[in-house]
């Protein structure tokens, strides 16, 4: 079983690992819903009691498959959380019969950890308009949310004022060791720190970057421990900062979800010698990824059709595994689907939403550049070998 441990602060006993309810498996377009449900059905057989969801998830069905899986376990025994993902909302009513909807579709009377989902200056500019976080403080106090907190994605300023703003019970971040100091991380774990708040991680593999890492960028944990996954010290690393109460991964496999059970269990913090490898492995990868997206499509859907997820994870295997025809191939489809970064318009909807504010139509632009000029080296390659 996994390792659980008491969060002083919320009176909770929490598994190390929370179950992310947005990568369920799929069959073809659609979430593949038996499955999902035996995932997390073996999940909390497993001791896991942390489970994660969001109305945007899987557009809605990541809810109502966590509704079907757990109508059969004890109330008591597993924790829910859910989230006020404010964009959605068109007014003030919305938000509080969204809040009402998402009782109904988990089948429950109350939510044991809610937030207020991805803030960022525009979201909380939308969140104090509705009055949002004074509506949840007063389900609170009704009884239908036991701890309030907010997850994030922007500057430690907007971070600090948050913080200041309201009274949190716990707080969920972006935290892994690529981002600790590219991203800001650590000065948000810090912050959280300081307040002894605790700290919910959200993608820890950074959208499942850490876990396919190419050979050469992986060596140190390759000649370290060669039989141990890619994507375990990625975990294995967040979980050792003791701020950290829930490590949040959205598995989608049975071995994932065994492989980071077993992380978990027993569990003994990083020691030096692992942290070296670690910090050798951040190296390497600073030199080849200049576009941090982690895949969470915020971001869409872009009205002009351009599939900017896609295209970002199209160009990031290219920049890790220099595979140019399988770039060009990769990308090439994309254009046919209609979906290429030609139609962007610059109209920056995207990028209001983007968590890890990339530049959006501007890496767009570079990435197509780049797909004309591998292009046409490939065909005058081509060209040359057919003389
Ligand atoms: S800036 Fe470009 S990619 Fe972004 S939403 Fe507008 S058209 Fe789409
Ligand atoms: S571009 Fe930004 S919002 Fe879009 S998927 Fe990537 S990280 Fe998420």
């Not at 899986?69 to 859910?82: K, P």
């Not at 010290?233 to 959205?250: D, E, F, K, T, Y």
Request: charge should be negative; include cysteine.
């Amino acid at each position: 079983m996994i390792d659980r441990r008491v969060i002083p602060r919320l009176g909770e006993e929490i598994s190390r690992l929370g179950f992310g309810g947005m990568r369920f498996p799929k069959n073809g377009e659609e979430v593949d819903v038996d499955a999902a449900v035996s995932l997390l059905r073996k999940a909390y057989d497993m001791g896991i009691n942390y489970f994660d969801t969001a109305v945007v998830y899987h557009k809605g069905e990541s809810e109502k498959i966590f509704g079907k899986a757990f109508e059969i376990y004890d109330r008591s025994t597993y924790y829910l959380a859910d989230k006020m993902s404010i964009w959605v909302c068109e007014d003030e009513q919305a938000m509080k019969d969204l809040f009402e909807r998402q009782l109904k579709t988990l089948k429950t009377d109350y939510i044991d950890f809610y937030l207020v989902h991805s803030l960022n200056r525009n979201h909380y500019k939308k969140v104090k308009e509705f009055h949002c976080v004074e509506f949840l403080q007063e389900m609170k106090r009704q009884g239908k949310i036991k701890h309030l907190g907010f997850s994030f994605h922007d500057t430690y300023p907007v971070f600090t004022q948050i913080l200041d703003d309201y009274d949190w019970d716990f707080v969920q971040i972006q935290l892994n060791y690529l981002d600790w100091q590219n991203q800001g991380a650590e000065q948000l774990y810090r912050e959280l720190e300081k307040r002894h708040l605790p700290c919910m991680v959200m993608e820890p593999v950074r959208g499942g970057y850490l876990a396919t890492l190419d050979e050469e960028r992986a060596k140190p944990f390759l000649e370290m421990e060669p039989n141990r996954s890619i994507a375990s010290w990625a975990i294995r690393w967040v979980s050792s900062l003791p701020q950290v109460a829930v490590v949040l991964s959205g598995m989608n496999t049975i071995e994932q979800l065994e492989d980071n059970v077993s992380l978990l269990t027993n569990f003994e913090p990083m020691n030096e010698k692992e942290l070296e490898a670690v910090g050798k492995v951040v190296e390497a990868i600073r030199k080849v990824n200049d576009v941090p997206c982690t895949g969470c499509r915020y971001c869409m859907d872009c009205p002009m059709g351009v599939d900017i997820p896609e295209i970002f994870a199209i160009y990031s295997r290219y920049r890790i595994f220099d595979k140019v025809k399988s770039f060009v191939g990769d990308y090439k489809e994309t254009v046919e689907h209609g979906n290429g970064a030609e139609h962007c318009v610059r109209c920056g909807q995207c990028m209001s939403h983007c968590p890890q504010s990339i530049q959006i139509p501007d890496k767009l632009a570079m990435i197509h550049q780049l797909y004309l000029d591998k292009k046409a080296e490939l065909e005058a390659e081509e060209a040359q070998q057919a003389k």
